[in-house]
């Protein structure tokens, strides 16, 4: 009997518009260099900006179009199909968002919820649960999502991080048989605390699983075997050496809480390569995560970088299960 193939969960980061553009350059390279799918995973695990991209490939989207796209450069005819079920994008997101506090026995009420089971939420998760919640419609998100999944989720896994506002514990959205609509589960997925407005499902209100964690990879234990996880990692960094710039810490943090999940996997025998920006693409992010004018510019940086570490002989052996799985090449032009 033929030897089953194997199975790649692909894991797919918070990082907001850079987040994207960092996701399509990595997916691109990946693509090229190794002649894997990455519509194929056998799961797919989105957080924020990740959600949308989970979601774009689930649809039908592939790494060259989504670099394409990024690029602001013609699509295939496929990919152009589907971009014409979105639509034209939605008006630009405004600069700030007026914040509404939340009643004091509301606060407390998921203040004691959280404490209630505190290995269950991570204090950073239940702080961002309490912040004044956001005014900004999810719409922008939304809307586009709900026209290329009107009815129901993928056939093939998604699962998409999500963090409940009543107690800051995560939600795995797509999992154990919690599938609101696609559209209001990517939005939860990618309302900023105190920025967007929360999003309720099943009758309760959800913010950005990037609260939780930016990459959320540890989902993946219950995701049964695997041979490999590919992590794509807006939010942290490559290297560990201290790097003197204004998202030192919050890269820093991203980066460990990243170890660590990998660290769990690889105790299940999971090979993991992960892609984090490096010193060139942070130069391309800059900032301002949400400025669409770089969107071009990190999405090239980023294909770059992935296609620079694919062709070393460090990641030859470990992406070997890609390779096996491996469709006809197509050159990406740009």
Do not use: K
């Not at 997101?93 to 914040?99: F, I, M, N, Q």
């Not at 506090?101 to 404490?115: C, I, M, Q, S």
């Amino acid at each position: 009997m033929p030897a089953a193939p194997p199975r790649i969960g692909l894991v797919l980061g918070a990082g907001g518009v850079a987040g994207g553009a960092f996701h399509a350059g990595v997916l691109a390279a990946l693509e090229e260099a190794t002649g894997w799918d990455p519509r194929s995973a056998a799961v797919i695990v989105g957080t924020s900006a990740g959600a949308i991209t989970g979601a774009a490939l689930r649809a039908g989207f592939t790494g060259a179009d989504l670099l394409a796209q990024a690029q602001d450069r013609p699509l295939s005819a496929a990919g152009e199909a589907l971009a014409q079920r979105i639509g034209p994008p939605g008006s630009p997101l405004p600069l700030r968002s007026t914040r509404q506090v939340r009643p004091p026995a509301e606060l407390a009420g998921t203040l004691a919820r959280g404490l209630r089971r505190p290995w269950a939420t991570r204090p950073w998760s239940l702080l961002a649960a309490l912040l004044p919640e956001g005014s900004v419609s999810t719409d922008v998100i939304s809307v586009g999502i709900g026209r290329l999944y009107p009815d129901a989720w993928p056939e093939s896994p998604l699962w998409i991080c999500a963090v409940r506002q009543a107690d800051g514990r995560r939600v795995v959205l797509g999992r154990d048989g919690l599938c609101p609509p696609l559209a209001a589960a990517v939005a939860a997925s990618c309302a900023i605390p105190g920025f967007f407005s929360p999003v309720v499902i099943d009758g309760y209100p959800h913010i950005d699983g990037g609260v939780h964690s930016p990459t959320n990879a540890d989902v993946l234990l219950e995701a049964g075997p695997l041979d490999l996880v590919i992590v794509s990692s807006p939010m942290s960094r490559q290297g560990r050496r201290p790097r003197w710039a204004v998202d030192q810490a919050m890269r820093g943090f991203s980066s460990a809480l990243l170890d660590t999940e990998a660290r769990r996997l690889r105790r299940r025998g999971v090979s993991v390569v992960g892609f984090q920006p490096g010193v060139t693409v942070l130069a391309e992010i800059g900032l301002d995560p949400l400025d669409p004018s770089r969107r071009s510019g990190i999405a090239a940086a980023a294909y770059a970088a992935a296609r620079e570490r694919l062709a070393g002989e460090a990641l030859l052996a470990r992406t070997a299960p890609l390779r096996l799985l491996a469709q006809p090449p197509q050159r990406i032009s740009h």
